[in-house]
């Protein structure tokens, strides 16, 4: 008997997930319908997008799991004409089968001639021997099958002509150890295909399909315009997933980019490289690294424009800020849905002899699981803080220097700075005050490393991880 697809629209999708509740949630590793978003996380869900121009999306229900009777659990996300890709991958020896076959398929192409990502959630088919590698790239065999069977489309370039790699990225989430149920999945990317649209209930399906623990989809959109072209506008699309399992060597779980701005693939990596180590790689909720962490970004020029060959010039500069801006946003849903969570705090580090050091720092302070206990405790122990700098491994000589050190909290409702530790002396802290600013939702923790030995440090960076509590899952 041949395998169905359940098709869901994107409005019942969301009315059955977005109901308020006032008794807590749980998790599963295929997103439950059933389930609730959280009221406070209910905002972060777009009503409305702007999607990149010949980018197309959806997501339907295959039963990834067996115990998935209705969510979303296959994406498809493609474009009508072939794209300059990049991506970057997790640094886990355990290299999940997509990661290894989507690593292959842009090597062989150089990055160009990409047509579509396809994403499962349910199963991430990591440690699955060479049958999950031929998975994978049957998954991405089918993908291409459809493109080259739907009437009107773009017929191939010279170079997809002549190379026989597929044109598809392959992603998976989920469970590791267990073998993809490949025939449901592939009997149903056909249909996935057939239902592609560019309206925003279908990105929203898309973001729907590949969560796994996440109480929400995560979903961004944007325009923009280039200095040297301010009449053309140009489009910013962006989706993740990931709540678990979250700690920086690449990006975090899986993500998605879409632009119509013309960027060959050489300048697409240069500039995702650039944005995911100020970003996707600046965020921490556990200190584990995924297996299958992948990030992608496709280019398609769509918008028209000259290619934006290098990040040097005007246009170059301005896109690194602007996309950097965007990762940056992307990520921070990923934090704001940390498993456990019930803060989102921002370390910046200031004034470091160098922009490693400062990183170093404040992933050291991410990382910490008394950090972590305190501020869900909402508990002001700066010295748990200061403790973190001072263990910090890998620094420069003089990197951090005791007497010029200064930590302090600041508010996010603009407030004034609460100082705890101003250049390695300590601060009469008012308690009150420091627990009314614990109390809040969001918080940031400023430290000032006075410029190293010298005394001349003025770099920089930022942050972004979640407070550690005693729910379970």
Not at 67 to 87: F, G, I, M, Y
Not at 97 to 102: D, G, I, L, R
């Amino acid at each position: 008997m041949a395998f169905k697809s359940k098709l869901i629209t994107a409005q019942e999708v969301f009315r059955q997930t977005v109901k308020s509740t006032s008794f807590g949630y749980s998790r599963c590793y295929s997103a439950p319908v059933a389930g609730a978003i959280p009221a406070s996380k209910q905002k972060y869900v777009p009503t409305s997008g702007t999607y990149p121009k010949g980018f197309l999306a959806t997501g339907i229900h295959v039963g990834v799991k067996p115990t998935n009777t209705s969510t979303p659990d296959l994406a498809l996300l493609a474009s009508e004409v072939p794209c300059s890709a990049a991506a970057v991958f997790t640094k886990n020896k355990f290299q999940a089968a997509p990661v290894t076959v989507s690593r292959q398929v842009l090597e062989q192409r150089s990055g160009e001639g990409i047509r579509a990502i396809i994403i499962n959630s349910g199963c991430a088919n990591a440690v699955t021997g060479k049958g999950g590698l031929e998975d994978a790239s049957s998954m991405g065999r089918t993908v291409d099958a459809c493109f080259q069977s739907s009437p009107g489309t773009t017929p191939p370039t010279q170079q997809e002509s002549t190379t026989d790699s597929s044109s598809t990225l392959v992603m998976s989430t989920g469970v590791i150890g267990q073998r993809l149920p490949i025939s449901k999945i592939l009997s149903a990317i056909p249909t996935a295909h057939s239902t592609l649209s560019s309206t925003h209930s279908n990105w929203l399906l898309a973001a729907r399909a590949i969560c796994t623990t996440d109480t929400f989809p995560k979903l961004l959109s944007r325009t923009f315009t280039l200095p040297s072209s301010p009449s053309t506008t140009y489009s910013l699309a962006g989706m993740t997933k990931g709540a678990g399992m979250i700690h920086p060597n690449m990006a975090t779980l899986l993500g998605m980019l879409f632009t119509d701005a013309p960027i060959p693939a050489k300048t697409l990596q240069s500039l995702l490289t650039h944005a995911v180590d100020r970003s996707f790689n600046a965020i921490s909720v556990d200190g584990d690294t995924s297996t299958n962490d992948t990030l992608a970004f496709l280019a398609n020029g769509a918008a028209g424009g000259d290619p934006i060959t290098s990040l040097a010039p005007e246009d170059g500069k301005a896109l690194v800020e602007i996309v950097t801006a965007f990762t940056q946003q992307l990520s921070q849903l990923v934090v704001r849905d940390g498993e456990g969570a019930t803060k989102f705090v921002r370390v910046r580090v200031v004034n470091s002899t160098s922009f490693a050091d400062a990183r170093k720092v404040a992933s050291t302070i991410a990382r910490s699981p008394l950090v972590k206990t305190a501020l869900y405790g909402k508990d002001a122990n700066w010295g748990r803080i200061l403790c973190a700098v001072g263990y910090t491994e890998g620094l420069s000589a003089g990197a951090v220097v005791p007497e010029k050190t200064s930590v302090s909290f600041v508010p996010t409702d603009g407030s004034e700075v609460l100082k705890l530790l101003v250049r390695g002396e300590p601060e009469s802290v008012d308690e009150k005050r420091a627990g009314k600013i614990l109390e809040e939702e969001d918080l940031e923790i400023l430290v000032d490393l006075g410029g190293g030995q010298g005394g001349a440090g003025k770099e920089e960076t930022s942050y972004w991880f979640c407070d550690l509590s005693h729910v379970s899952f």
